[in-house]
């Protein structure tokens, strides 16, 4: 049988999914980094797990980089772990690689970030080429049990978040660029 992995951005909001989700979906077994029952698999990141790779990293024409070397733009922008997070980010890249999951649900904060957490993640997991499997979007303005389990059955697609999506992409490279 297939599942959805539902990734949240921090291990309450992950709790709070499964406390709410239990009731209609069925008991879900505790591991240690996930949840899981019949249908989902529940887990998170700790904030953010991966981010762009330090200009440092980057062989630019004129030599190794340096201050003298500026500005740096790369081709692309590679990702690399954040370091104090490797574990978990392994933990969720794990769940996401499963041959029995189908979706991936982004319940990462609603917001420019929490859409960045979710989305180089996904990036990271895939590699070289992408995970390929269709995400939808768990968009929450309220914890409550009722308001969950409202916005599981009011999931967003994929097309519909690629504006704040490109936002948060747009806004983190940036940063990268300006420092």
């Given at each position: 049988m297939s599942k959805a992995l539902v990734i949240a951005e921090k291990p309450s909001?992950?709790?709070?999914?499964?406390?709410?989700?239990?009731?209609?979906?069925?008991?879900?077994?505790?591991?240690?980094?996930?949840?899981?029952?019949?249908?989902?698999?529940?887990?998170?990141?700790?904030?953010?797990?991966?981010?762009?790779?330090?200009?440092?990293?980057?062989?630019?024409?004129?030599?190794?980089?340096?201050?003298?070397?500026?500005?740096?733009i790369p081709p692309h922008f590679d990702l690399k772990p954040v370091d104090k997070t490797r574990t978990r980010l392994n933990a969720v890249v794990k769940q996401a690689k499963r041959k029995d999951v189908s979706e991936l649900i982004n319940a990462c904060d609603a917001g420019r970030e929490g859409e960045l957490i979710f989305r180089l993640i996904e990036q990271y997991a895939g590699g070289a080429k992408p995970l390929g499997k269709p995400v939808r979007r768990l968009w929450l303005q309220s914890m409550t049990q009722q308001a969950i389990?409202?916005?599981?059955?009011?999931?967003?697609?994929?097309?519909?978040?690629?504006?704040?999506?490109?936002?948060?992409?747009?806004?983190?490279?940036?940063?990268?660029?300006?420092?």
């Open positions: 909001v992950a709790q709070d999914i499964v406390r709410a989700l239990t009731p209609v979906s069925g008991q879900f077994a505790k591991h240690d980094e996930h949840f899981e029952n019949e249908r989902y698999i529940v887990t998170s990141a700790v904030g953010h797990l991966v981010e762009i790779q330090a200009p440092e990293q980057y062989d630019v024409k004129r030599g190794k980089w340096s201050f003298a070397n500026l500005p740096v389990r409202d916005g599981f059955d009011k999931l967003r697609s994929d097309q519909q978040m690629q504006g704040l999506a490109d936002a948060a992409r747009s806004r983190s490279e940036a940063d990268w660029l300006v420092g």
